[in-house]
């Protein structure tokens, strides 16, 4: 299930042309020491999109379900896919980064900026998998019940809301909706310093613990969504 | 055996519910042949749905080998093809065959082997099977669908519309794919609206109308109904003929050409009819016997 994500995903050329786009631009903030600037979240919603939907419109879901396989398989399958595309793409940009900074080393005159360590791409690029890895199961959880890109779309509307919430609750002198909104965006969609733990600081902080619960409850959720929905197909 | 008791099914929500199936209760005896025919919107699609576990009935209970549909040791046996065939374009026929071998839990080694194989009994070379699906024409797709559905050889083969869009070649080649499962004993569910290839390979029929199933019509075995008959004749002793058959008791209608209609015959009675002009020295130029499945589609007079 993982190699056939990876070839539905790697045989698009509209995906692997954005995909790398994105690499080349995200080698400067790269470099800079900024991490992937969003970029990352933008790569992986580019290659979670439509991660189930776009099989169940398609009819291929069916014919794969006409297998012996548990439905839980074919998820898994889909987000190890999802995963190992991510990676390849963060490696890309790590790629990109250093080839870039090493020509500009060689061209530029005036003194050489310092180059990352292997090291440091390293904590930036496990931060950004462990992220995500995330936002993955989110896409993922949305595509077991909605059609198209809806999924994504759910994501980016929630990313929204939330943020909205605490900051209308604000405006609005509200604390309960400004509470609300924060919990929401916490417990839902919890972001964590990855930096800090991955150098082995507030490993089992709240944050750590958050994203484990978020992570775990996504899972759970698409999986017991997927294995009672229905599909049909074609018209009579 | 396939056991369909009272299954009912209804599509939508609050006021805008279809009932696609209405208590349909049927069984598919081990190594039969049905055919499901009836109009669109009859729920076949939906029936067929049910039976491989993509839907749940509402009510009602389906069975197979007494297990339930989605049952894995029946999936490990089950070969399905769709009407809308839902690949992934972007992959190769071989690709695209190993995928589906190695789903069903075929032996690794055996892949190249077995997906050449499958591919030849429907009319696909090597050099088809190198070039990516989206290259390949309806027909080619409705091949491909069918070796994809008769991998590893399936004793359950679920088969919608498999011939639509193909040419009288592939026609041909889907049909002597159903009957070369149907001789190795699979159970074979097809749903069709072409006729005269259900006739062709079907051991029986169900109509189905509006989710309920109005008729059924046997058409091999000894439960077989009559069927009708055409006898083709010189068109100048067409009136002799038609005189001859009604004094032997048939029901007969002349047609233009020398055809002449017997209505309800069995195979032994056209073998009569054959023998009645024969005896009288009016040659037969043609005779020919098939299920009335059209008429099933029309309204029975009130």
Known sequence: MARRFLRQKLGSAGTVIALALMAVIAALPLNAGQGFAGLDTLAM????????????????LQMILSRPIRRVEYLAGRYVGLLVSFVLFLALSVLVAVTLGQIVARIAPGPVPGTRSA?????????????????????????????????????????????SLRSLGQALRL?????????????????????????????????????????????????????????????? | MIVIHGVSKTYGAL????KALDGVSLEVRRGETLGLIGPNGAGKTTLLSCLLG??????????????????????????????????????TGNAFLA??????????????????????????????????????SRGMLQRIGVAQATLGNPSLLFLDEPASGTDPLGVAVVRERILEAKARGA?????????????KVCDRVVFLERGRLSREETLRGET???????????????????????????AVRGEAGGLLHLAAARDEDVAHAVRTLAMADVPVFEARSSADLEELFRPPPS
């Open chain 1, 45 to 60: 919603l580019v290659l979670a999109a439509g991660c189930v939907s776009r099989d169940a419109a398609s009819g291929a």
């Open chain 1, 119 to 163: 090291a440091d791409f390293g904590t930036i690029c496990a931060g950004a998998l462990l992220q995500g890895a995330l936002l993955a199961v989110i896409v993922l959880f949305f595509s077991t019940f909605l059609r198209g890109w809806g999924d994504v779309l759910a994501v980016a509307v929630f990313a929204i809301l939330f943020g």
């Open chain 1, 175 to 236: 604390p309960a909706m400004a509470r609300a909104g924060e919990l929401a965006r916490d417990n839902l969609s919890p972001s964590v310093s990855w930096e800090t733990v991955l150098h082995g600081q507030k490993i089992l902080g709240e944050p750590t613990g958050r994203y484990i619960l978020a992570l775990v409850l996504y899972g759970t959720l698409a999986a017991v969504i997927f294995s009672r929905r229905e599909f049909s197909y074609g018209q009579d």
């Open chain 2, 15 to 18: 006021g805008r519910k279809t």
């Open chain 2, 54 to 91: 993509f839907l749940r009935p509402d009510t009602g209970a389906i069975s197979i080998d007494g297990l339930a549909p989605d049952d894995l040791t029946i999936r490990a046996r089950t070969g399905y093809m769709p009407e809308r065939l839902g690949f992934d374009r972007e992959l």
């Open chain 2, 99 to 136: 995928h589906h071998w190695r789903l069903a839990g075929g032996d690794p080694a055996a892949t190249a082997g077995q997906t050449r194989a499958a591919a030849n009994r429907v009319g696909l070379d090597s050099g088809v099977l190198r070039r990516k699906l989206r290259t390949y």
């Open chain 2, 187 to 199: 159970t074979i569910v097809l749903n069709s609206h072409q006729l005269p290839e259900v006739e």
């Open chain 2, 224 to 250: 077989a109904g009559p069927r009708k008959a055409i006898l083709r004749t010189l068109p100048e002793l067409a009136g002799e003929a038609t005189a001859l058959l009604s004094a032997a008791g048939f």
